[in-house]
């Protein structure tokens, strides 16, 4: 919702700009995840009775956690090139739900190597962000996020994610946007922050 706000005040500016979605893709890591799963280092639960979720415990093997970052990271490179370098070249602004941040949470989870970012795998990926991104994150009291979101309470990740979300933004100086005012407010504080930078 906050991204299709941006985008609308972006183009009212006259600035032509574009949404991507970049958590994460995957091409070159697509055999060693189908292995994984069948190795048993993947296993798939339900959230809230309805919404699949894959739990990656690659951190039961040394050979997989110390693979699998670089792997992911080609792929990363892959797309990154594709749907924002290539765009911008062109004087295209791209606007991601997701990025680079994100796919690093979703390693260290994986591996349970939470400074993966201090990593010589973790310091190419934060290289992939372009020199003039600007972050927003935003941020609720878990009860609030649970009323919203019910089906997160059966993530047992939950509570690991947001602390490593919580340290990121500090060890990278991330603006926290408090996601409880209504939604107009919180969005014009998002956009006046992207503009002050």
């Known amino acids: 919702t906050h991204v299709n706000l941006i985008l609308e005040h972006l183009r009212k500016k006259g600035i032509k700009c574009q949404y991507k979605w970049l958590r994460f893709h995957h091409l070159f890591s697509l055999p060693l995840l189908a292995f994984c799963r069948v190795a048993g280092y993947t296993r798939v639960s339900t959230l809230g009775g309805s919404q699949k979720c894959s739990y990656h ?51 260290a989870v994986a591996t349970k190597v939470h400074e993966i970012y201090r990593k010589p795998v973790g310091k190419l990926f934060l290289k ?22 019910p089906e997160l309470k059966d993530d047992l990740t939950f509570d690991e994610r947001h602390a490593l979300y919580e340290s990121l933004s500090y060890r990278f100086n991330i603006h926290v946007e408090e996601n409880c005012g209504s939604m107009s407010q919180v969005n014009c504080s998002i956009i006046s922050k992207i503009f002050r930078c």
């Open 128 to 149: 992939l962000i372009p020199k003039n991104a600007h972050f927003v994150m935003l941020d609720l009291d878990k009860s609030t996020i649970f009323l919203r979101r």
């Open 57 to 107: 415990e690659f951190y039961k093997s040394r050979l997989i956690s110390t693979i699998y970052p670089w792997i992911l990271f080609l792929d990363t490179l892959l797309f990154t090139i594709i749907k924002v370098y290539i765009p911008m070249f062109f004087g295209t602004s791209i606007v991601c739900d997701r990025f680079v941040y994100d796919t690093l949470i979703d390693v």
